[in-house]
């Protein structure tokens, strides 16, 4: 064989076909070789004397390129994969000591050469052209660049001759390439992908800031009404039509304990529309701002406009509704039921506190709470419910039983409701007591019969001279020491009963105390008549009454207080009496000519005057500017009274004396005082007005001319010789012309 020449193997005369699939793997990855005529070419029939060096030759063979890159190559194919063939059809020169290696490089699968630091052997790289050795060869691309690994060849196995192999070259893969090529086309589809969503994105956000620019922000809500994404004009409308009857209406408001409601219009409150949109701010430029708000609200809140004045008014206003002082804890009866009542801790408007309050939250459609100064109690209300459990309820559950000598009283759960007390204790809870008051109103009758009543000295006129009566102690209930056990046994459940305790009742005035008062003489008395029959009953009624009344040293004598009510009860008939300057009729008229006598009784015994009145115009019968007037309602309750005060150390007697014209009150005592009374000229005088009057019982009068007058009464102190003067100015109205006229018809 020429020396250079190498032997062709049979192996080597191969066609290869196109790759099944371009998607195959890594081992059936294929090189295109066309196999030339086997005479066109002779492999050396003997083996190369010199042994295979094994080591690698890498050569870089870059095929001629138009510029571009020869790095990248198709996907699916590994660039370390080399395919290796023997030249054709040419002379063979083998290198020194070297195998000849060949690559042939698939189209489209350029791969990258490495050339091992100092190699020294030589790579030969033959290129098959596609339509075989005979044909020119096209420009390769530069896919078609070619990185030659150079290894030994070994020798294959002899083959028939002239044997041509037709299908894939398979070819062993790098696992971690793939892995890597796999993973780079993945992180390119993911980019891509990506790409293309941040790209719909930024549309989408420059479209949303073109329709949007100018709007209310999204999610925006005023007083819980959403005016999101719409325009200004279109915000302001919605608030108007959603809020504009809900501000008309009364805002509800809570002060402490107390429910109320504010008149908006009257308390000056408005919504200010375009600050409370001013305060949703502009368009946000934040993408994630503007992506969030598609998910979420925001409340803004709102703008108020206030006439600070009406405010503050409408609020003080309130102060009837929200204030109340603080309220104890109690129980209260409903009959026998006892119920709690709970304690309330008082409270005061905070109206500059209450205002702020107003302002921030009357459009929101809710209950504002307004604050308030509070007030403490010292009740709990466990501790009310303590006491109505533990006393109240057990003591009205049955009746109570007063054990009197001879006669028992009994008390209903009715009447022992209002026997019960309960206070506040400084422990939350209630203390209860026992109405002594009470107990005596409803069980005091029921054992009157039990008790002797006890009399006071009385001082009697026998023979017209005034005689001690002995006085009487009595006998009566101890009702201290009855009911000292009282609450104790209410809380019972049974044995209800207590006995009661009775003692002695010494008189007010004892027998010994009415001979010491020194009374054994007249000191005063004064006389009038002149009255009419009707008048002369009552007049006789009230003399009865008071005639033996004894006023203490020091102590002062009122007859209203003396003889109580004055009623048809009482025995007292319908008179004659002055009413609005005017004569009329009354129960009881007639007693003033009684009050009149003993003013003047007691002016001229020297006591003193603790206070009367004068009628308003003169009566001819009374003395001028020394007589008196007395009134006391239906009810019993004192309206005119007349007064006087003993100020001696002596006792002083009342002596009534009547008859069927007259009246005369003696004053008895030990006399201290010589008394004269003076009385001036009428003076400013007045005259009277007509007055027609339609009444049935109408009597004409032709009036008379009202006056001033004043009296003058001059004491002298026989102890001493002392005088003094005391003056009294009276004015009397003038009396009205009465001019009777015919009563209404039905009248």
């Known amino acids: 064989m020429p020396e250079n020449q190498r032997p062709e193997y049979d192996a080597e005369r191969t066609k290869a076909m196109e790759p099944v699939r371009p998607s195959g793997t ?3 990855r294929t090189t295109k070789l066309t196999g030339g005529p086997p005479a066109e070419a002779a492999w050396p029939q003997e083996e190369p004397d010199a042994e295979p060096d094994h080591s690698a030759t890498v050569r870089n063979v870059t095929p001629p390129s138009n510029g571009r890159d020869n790095a990248a190559g198709p996907s699916g194919v590994s660039p370390d994969v080399t395919q290796q063939h023997p030249a054709r059809n040419a002379p063979h020169t083998p290198p020194r000591g070297v195998d000849a290696t060949q690559a042939i490089t698939p189209p489209g699968d350029p791969t990258r050469a490495l050339t091992p630091p100092g190699s020294a052997e030589q790579t030969q790289m033959i290129t098959t052209p596609p339509g075989g050795f005979g044909r020119p060869a096209p420009s390769p691309s530069p896919s078609e660049a070619t990185t030659v690994f150079s290894a030994p060849v070994t020798p294959p196995e002899p083959e028939p001759a002239e044997a041509t192999v037709y299908g894939p070259v398979m070819v062993d893969g790098d696992p971690e390439a793939d892995e890597a090529d796999a993973r780079r086309k993945r992180l ?9 969503v941040l790209g719909v994105l930024v549309v989408l956000y420059g479209l949303d800031l073109v329709v949007s620019g100018g709007n209310v922000p999204r999610g925006v809500t005023v007083a819980g009404v959403d005016v999101g994404g719409l325009s200004h004009p279109e915000a302001e409308q919605k608030l108007r039509d959603e809020l504009g009857p809900r501000l008309a209406a009364p805002v509800k ?18 919504l200010d529309w375009t600050a409370t949109l001013d305060r949703a701010g502009s368009q946000p430029l934040s993408p994630i701002t503007r992506v969030t708000s598609f998910f979420t609200s925001r409340e803004v809140g709102f703008d108020t406009r206030s006439d600070a004045g009406k405010l503050s008014a409408a609020l003080e206003a309130l102060r009837a509704e929200t204030d ?38 009357w459009a929101d459609g809710g209950t504002v709470e307004l604050p308030v100064a509070t007030t403490p109690v010292k009740t709990t209300k466990e501790g009310v419910a303590k006491a109505l459990a533990e006393v109240a309820k057990p003591a009205t559950a049955l009746p109570l039983i007063i054990q009197g000598e001879g006669k028992d009283a009994t008390l209903t759960p009715e009447q022992l409701a209002t026997v019960l007390v309960f206070e506040p204790a400084d422990d939350g809870g209630l203390t209860a007591k026992v109405d002594p008051a009470k107990v005596v109103e409803h069980a005091g009758p029921q054992l009157k019969e039990t008790e002797k009543e006890g009399k006071d000295a009385q001082i009697v006129f026998e023979g017209g001279r005034p005689v001690v009566k002995e006085s009487v102690d009595g006998l009566g209930v101890d009702w201290e020491k009855t009911l000292a056990t009282a609450l104790d046994v209410l809380k019972r459940d049974n044995e209800r009963a207590i006995k009661a305790e009775y003692k002695h009742t010494p008189a007010k005035v004892t027998t010994e105390q009415a001979n010491k008062m020194g009374i ?24 009865e009454k008071v005639n033996g009344a004894i006023v203490k040293p020091g102590e002062t004598f009122s007859l209203n207080g003396y003889t109580g009510p004055r009623g048809t009860a009482q025995g007292y008939v319908e008179a004659g009496i002055i009413e609005n300057g005017v004569p009329g009729k009354a129960v009881g008229g007639g007693i003033s000519q009684f009050a009149t006598t003993l003013y003047n009784a007691a002016y001229h015994a020297g006591m003193k005057d603790a206070g009367h009145k004068e009628h308003s115009y003169w009566i001819s019968r009374y003395p001028k500017g020394r007589e008196a007037t007395v009134f006391m309602d239906g009810a019993g309750n004192s309206l005119i009274d007349i007064k006087f005060t003993n ?21 008895w005592g030990t006399k201290n005082y010589d008394v004269s009374g003076s009385t001036s000229a009428e003076f400013n005088p007045t005259q009277p007005q007509e007055r027609k009057v339609n009444k049935p019982d109408c009597q004409p009068s032709a009036g008379a001319p009202g006056f001033s007058v004043t009296d003058t009464r001059t004491i002298t102190d026989r102890r001493t010789g002392q005088s003094r003067q005391e003056s009294r100015t009276v004015r009397y109205d003038p009396q009205f012309k009465i001019v009777c006229e015919p009563p209404p018809p039905g009248g």
Do not use: C, M
Request: glycine content about 12%.
């Open 253 to 270: 408001a809570r002060a402490g304990d107390v429910e109320i409601a504010v008149d908006p219009k009257a308390a000056g409150l408005e």
């Open 188 to 196: 390119r589809k993911g980019g891509l992908i990506a790409a293309a």
């Open 324 to 361: 109340h002082e603080p309220a104890e804890g109690a129980i209260r009866f409903e009959g026998a039921t006892p119920v709690a009542v709970d304690p309330k801790q008082g409270q005061k408007l905070d109206v500059a506190g209450a205002s702020e309050k107003l302002l921030a939250g």
């Open 26 to 28: 890594a081992s059936e």
């Open 520 to 543: 054994k003489e007249i000191i005063g008395e004064f006389q009038t008549g002149g009255f009419v029959a009707a008048s002369g009953t009552n007049i006789r009624v009230v003399a």
């Open 647 to 667: 100020p001696d150390e002596t006792g002083v007697a009342i002596q009534t004396i009547w008859t069927p014209s007259t009246i005369r009150i003696v004053l």
